[in-house]
């Protein structure tokens, strides 16, 4: 009895060992596809930023438009047909899918704004754009002032337009907050606010992303702005 008592032990320990091995195997599998699908992701948000980065149209003042995926038109056939398309000038955009304001808005490395105005003014410009929000929604006020005021800093005396974010259905709920946050931002470092709150806009089935009609109400409604002050 006591030898059979020790053969049943044995395989129960054998048992817990092979289903602890395979729960780390599987474990092991799923973070390196979560850490290869991360990294495929930033890799494709690098190829449509430096595609959209390429496409300067346009003559007249120079406009450099610091954005997210808005800006260089994630989800369109054409990354040209973005909204900053429909401003007036020769416009210039460095755009990153994911980034925003805050330091940590992106997963994707040092891609916020604040991290690529230098080099996007690195030319000079008569109007800076900075479009974005959305990606900040999960970051607190704290951090997105941070990453605002080093944008600031970074961006210098140029004339600053900062548009906020749309109403995005997916991200909605915080809208409001991160809007009214950069509007204050805004003011308080002398530069001019656009909010994009109120417009009905048209989206992708992911309710985040816009269509070419949204993309073209959206720009329409800042190269107004633009237009009206230039």
């Known amino acids: 009895m006591i030898h059979r008592g020790a053969t049943i032990a044995r395989a129960r320990l054998l048992t817990t060992a092979v289903c602890l091995f395979v729960a780390a195997s599987l474990l092991t599998l ?6 290869s699908a991360g990294v495929d992701r ?8 430096a595609a959209r980065l390429s496409a300067d149209v346009g003559t007249g003042q120079r406009v ?8 260089v038109g994630l989800g369109l056939d054409r990354a040209t047909d973005s909204w900053p398309s429909r401003l007036p000038g020769r416009i210039h955009v460095s755009g990153f899918s994911g980034s925003g304001f805050s330091d940590r808005a992106s997963g994707c490395g040092r ?41 600031m800093r970074a961006l210098g005396d140029l004339p600053v337009l900062v548009v906020g974010p749309a109403d995005a259905p997916s ?28 417009l009905d806009l048209a989206y992708l089935e992911d309710r985040l992303h816009l269509t070419p009609a949204g993309h073209r109400e959206f720009g329409d409604v800042v190269a107004a702005w633009v237009a009206e002050r230039g």
């Open 30 to 35: 799923w973070l390196s596809d979560a850490s």
């Open 42 to 49: 930033c890799a494709h948000f690098e190829q449509v930023a």
């Open 64 to 71: 450099v438009v610091i954005g997210d995926s808005y800006s």
């Open 111 to 151: 891609v916020s704004f604040a991290d690529r105005a230098p080099r996007a003014v690195r030319n000079g410009a008569d109007l800076v754009v900075v479009e974005g929000g959305l990606n900040d929604v999960d970051r607190t006020d704290a951090e997105i002032r941070a990453g605002f005021e080093r944008l």
């Open 171 to 198: 991200r909605t709920t915080q809208v409001s907050r991160v809007d009214a946050l950069l509007e204050e931002l805004a003011e308080q470092h002398g530069a001019s606010y656009l909010s994009m709150r109120e």
